[in-house]
């Protein structure tokens, strides 16, 4: 089992532990970032601008991190094979394809401290660049891909969909119940995360119960990290991880923590919440005050809790993998992500 | 040589031509609605409600029917085979997804003489549903696709897009040449309207030759379509097609008739268009001061023209087929296509 992951505050940890991962997959993060580069290219110059913009304004490349990872902890020695790096870029098109879409369904203005694409070159564009994105990742799909990883890829998009419409269609639903709450992030990040480690796994040459194994860790460390997101978003400090806090309460999103205090408040309490998230402004003294009936009712330390258990999950998946660095880089990333929160 | 397309009104023969296409082709076409059906299924209730809105809401099923009848115009005999039904639904699945972002980014409110889905449910929902028809189609196509059918739609979702961001970045530009807009429409209709031949010929054994006639043909079928409803728009007929006559000059949209009357005016006609192009608005004076120009410098005959040219290659491109009733109906579909203009 794996040991309980105890709550402090680990500043600068997560980044770090990114590093390290990185370095260990310098040589494959090259060649996927070369690939990206050359399939950004486009007869329609704004296409090249946007891509670019999106791409390579200094992302982590957590998912590009994690098909790598999954490929070398295999302790695989093929050499020249491209499938891995192909369909890592693949899965990091299909991400930049959802953040254009989302932040023009979410109206955001702002993403990692920059102007998003939206606000820059407006929301018809966005809609139509995150078209060809998503049509670029199923080109490459369909050249790195096997049948086994088109098929993981393809019905990973229908999910992602499926939980940004079942997000959409409870919006503003404080009594959406934690199952769905789920759904929606399981949709949102975990299963990109997920098909991020299987096809690495699988390029690597993955028996079935080690693409099980991947599968699972993917999926569980995608839901923890979402619920640390989630929590950060009411998080004290200001401008952390480069997302202003109170973007979910801004925007009158239902996170974990609101769906938790809004089951356990009381009749006045629960009009305040209703209140709150229907017309969601930037008052200042509504945050405080929300976030007063989270520490009342424990919704952050609880969010951490449901985040643990899914941390603990995706560990103990990796424990059929030999003990190679690659392994100790992902444990340590679980770890560390969970401790973003102080 | 294909012979000279005359130009009179032969009202309602394009519908009947359809129909006459859908009954040979009956078969097929009840087993892609069942496809579609199926697949339009979902956990989410709004994606079925919205797809069903969208699909099922009586469209003519062109493209589907394209690769049906490709598929038996090479007298194909066999049975149980799914693939091109499959395919038909993935192509299909493509179509809507389009339309759904298309009407986002044009802000349209009536196709066919319904309300659109992003007036019934919003923008957010229409871009959101878009992408799970895309991806539902990438699904599809994952599983009924051969790696060469598979490479010809995903190729062609690029084009798609690249088209859709190209005719975005010419907003309002009267100058762009005759070239960029064919690359624009060929995006827009005539890449899908080619892929769905391909794939319908691939599944049922197209030879090498066969398969570049087919490309050909609906390429070539998908330009004539497309300059032929640009020039209906400013016909002057009131609703035909379930179109406003007139929604592309309502929108500002530069198509080719209004790209080859800039091109012929004189300054003070330039100025003329570039304010109404500039600011659209429904002033029916200024709709009917534009259609004086068209006549004037003979842009909707020179349109028709254009779109004869197109009409012609398609038609002498099916030479190479046996002589069966699948050839001489797509024949006639091209012509009466060309006739819906008077």
Not at 175 to 185: A, C, G, R, S
Request: proline fraction near 2%; hydrophobic fraction near 40%; charged fraction near 25%.
């Amino acid at each position: 089992m794996a040991e309980i992951i105890p709550i402090h505050q680990h500043k600068e940890d997560f980044n770090d532990c990114i590093k390290n991962l990185s370095e260990l997959c310098k040589e494959d993060l090259t060649s996927i970032n070369t690939l990206i580069l050359e399939k950004l290219d486009s007869s329609v110059p704004l296409i090249q601008e946007i891509g670019k913009y999106l791409i390579l304004s200094g992302g982590k490349r957590l998912r590009p991190l994690l098909t790598a990872s999954c490929f070398h902890i295999l302790n695989n020695n093929s050499i020249g094979k491209l499938s891995h790096i192909g369909l890592a870029a693949a899965v990091e098109f299909i991400h930049a394809a959802t953040l254009l879409h989302d932040d023009v369904v979410d109206l955001s203005k702002d993403r990692r401290g920059n102007l998003t694409a939206n606000e820059v070159w407006g929301n018809k564009t966005s809609v139509l660049v995150g078209d060809f994105l998503f049509s670029r990742s199923f080109q490459l799909m369909t050249k790195y891909g096997t049948i086994e990883t088109l098929k993981i890829l393809s019905d990973t998009s229908v999910v992602i969909s499926e939980g940004e419409v079942l997000e959409i269609s409870n919006d503003k639903n404080l009594e959406m119940n934690e199952d769905t709450y789920f759904q929606v992030i399981n949709g949102k990040t975990a299963s990109l995360f997920s098909a991020a480690c299987q096809v690495g796994g699988l390029s690597g040459g993955a028996k079935e119960n080690q693409h099980k194994a991947l599968k699972s860790f993917g999926t569980n460390f995608g839901m923890a990290f979402q619920l640390i997101d989630d929590a950060l978003d009411y998080s004290s400090n200001l401008k952390k991880m480069g997302k202003n806090i109170g973007d979910d309460f801004k925007e009158g999103k239902i996170t974990l923590p609101i769906i938790l205090s809004y089951g356990r408040s009381n009749n006045k309490e629960k009009d305040f919440l209703q209140k709150v998230i229907e017309k969601p402004d930037s008052n200042e003294n509504n945050f405080i005050l929300i976030k007063e009936l989270l520490t009342k009712y424990n919704c952050i330390e609880d969010t951490l809790t449901r985040a643990n258990h899914f941390a603990e999950v995706a560990i103990d998946s990796l424990s059929i993998f030999p003990d190679n660095e690659y392994k100790k880089a992902l444990i340590k990333l679980i770890k560390t992500s969970i401790k973003r929160l102080n």
